[in-house]
């Protein structure tokens, strides 16, 4: 494949920026188109809340970023860093080993300069529409709007790095939810507690996110009821707070408010906040029905990147959860770019099809939901197959803490094992 190949990256995020930095290398030309005003992605914190705080209005203002305030990683720096560029080797204002989100704004944007991916950023410049334009696919319009001016271009190749934890996702199964006519949110549009104060507030959802949030409206809130289905949280009072309980499910909602959950207990709260992860979606994207988003499965996508009847020239980078972002994401982006460049092929569209299909039919079997499509459930056997497509090489202390970091959570939980974490390889959290 020829060198010259003009590429467009959609979005300055994680994947945006790390893309395009292993596309540069490999002499592509490269295009990162952002909406924003600004790079980093989710790590860009915004205090704005959206029109909808629900997040199911089409309509409404939305607004890219889902953290609250006080939102500090839930991995490692080691864990969060790229091959020559490591974040426990930098300290910009917050020393700890799993600081703040300020801590990687600043690392992205440093990582940006360094590798002068900064300077190939169209900000402001919204993609509306990405389309294969001829039958060999190997030509896309991308058109884009920047304030207001509408462009329209071609491209060899399109990266697509548009984030997918910025649409809520809401389960709205329980009974009666549609009858509620008290506030409701769901955690996209949570930045602080304070307007939960003296509340009975219901969280559903027992994530990270959804754990981190409750503690913290816990701390001005009358109650805190958490519900989840996660057989693995243990029910009751909470040993920490005591204005805080874990139920079951929500069996259902009464008309006059009344939320009854799996357990018999029931309670009229103020709030009830949604912390139920978020959707996949590529709204301008069309390809004629090769690529399909569903919920949370997008596809057909072999390894989760590129879908067999557009690859190499369109592909997703960052698609998977429950995974280590950072790392991941690094190694699908150099797999893509050496893809694309010629130094790697890839199988045939037959065999890379069959694999996704086998996939989806193993998962049928054992009866697997298709949300879990890209869940990898912290395995690092992925990321080292990635990895050796390119020949990179993730460090064997990386690997190690990665698989310390799954078993640790195993063992004690997230809480715990970040303050295992901290004490084990530092003394400064
Ligand atoms: C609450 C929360 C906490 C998290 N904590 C951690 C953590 O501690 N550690 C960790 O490693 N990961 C964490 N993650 C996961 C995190 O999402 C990834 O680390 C990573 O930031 C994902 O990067 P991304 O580039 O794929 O997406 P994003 O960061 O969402 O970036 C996508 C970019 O695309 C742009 N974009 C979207 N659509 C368009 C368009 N049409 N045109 C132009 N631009 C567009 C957006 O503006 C944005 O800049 C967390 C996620 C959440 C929601």
């Known amino acids: 494949m020829t060198n010259s190949l003009k590429v467009a990256v959609i979005g300055a995020g994680v994947a945006g920026l790390t893309a395009a930095r292993e596309l540069q290398r490999e002499s592509l030309q490269v295009v990162v188109f952002e909406k924003s005003h600004q790079l980093g992605g989710i790590w860009a914190y915004d205090s704005r809340l959206e029109s909808d705080l629900l997040g199911v209005d089409p309509k409404r203002d939305v607004v890219h970023s889902s953290l609250y305030k006080s939102l500090k990683t839930n991995l490692p720096r080691e864990l969060m860093s790229f091959t020559n560029f490591k974040f426990c080797e930098k300290v910009y204002s917050d020393p700890r080993m799993f600081p703040g989100h300020e801590e990687v704004l600043m690392f992205l944007r440093d990582f940006a300069s360094h590798f002068e991916v900064t300077k190939l950023i169209r900000f402001n410049t919204m993609v509306t529409r990405v389309e294969v334009v001829d039958s060999s696919n190997t030509k896309f319009v991308v058109e884009s709007n920047t304030n207001g001016v509408n462009s329209v271009e071609l491209f060899d190749a399109v990266v697509v790095c548009n984030g997918h934890n910025s649409e809520p996702r809401l389960p709205m199964d329980i009974p009666g939810i549609e009858t509620w006519s008290r506030k409701q949110m769901h955690s996209h549009n949570y930045r602080v507690p304070e307007p939960f104060r003296d509340e009975i507030v219901v969280v559903i959802g027992s994530g990270p996110s959804g754990v981190d949030i409750a503690k913290e409206i816990a701390m001005v809130a009358k109650e805190v009821h958490m519900s989840s289905r996660s057989s693995l949280v243990k029910l009751g009072k909470s040993d920490k707070f005591n204005n805080m309980w874990h139920h079951p499910e929500i069996k259902c909602i009464s008309r006059d408010g009344l939320i009854i959950f799996q357990d018999g207990f029931s309670i009229y709260a103020d709030t009830i906040l949604h912390c139920t992860g978020y959707k996949i979606q590529v709204p301008f994207l069309n390809t004629n029905g090769i690529v399909r988003v569903e919920d949370k499965r997008i596809g057909p996508l072999y390894k989760h990147v590129f879908p067999p009847q557009l690859a190499p020239r369109l592909s997703f980078v960052g698609i998977p959860d429950q995974s280590f972002p950072f790392l991941i994401i690094e190694c ?35 009866g697997l939901p298709e949300k879990t499509t890209h869940q990898l459930r912290f395995q690092l056997d992925y990321m080292e197959w990635m990895g050796a497509q390119t020949g990179m090489v993730v460090e064997k202390s990386i690997k190690d803490m990665a698989a310390n970091f799954i078993q640790c959570i195993m063992t004690v939980g997230l809480d715990g094992c970040i303050d295992m974490f901290s004490q084990m390889y530092r003394s400064d959290h």
């Open 332 to 366: 699908q982006s150099r797999w893509i770019a050496h893809t694309l460049s010629g130094k790697v092929s890839l199988p045939s569209e037959d065999e890379m099809l069959s694999e996704v299909v086998k996939r989806y039919e193993e998962m049928k079997e054992k």
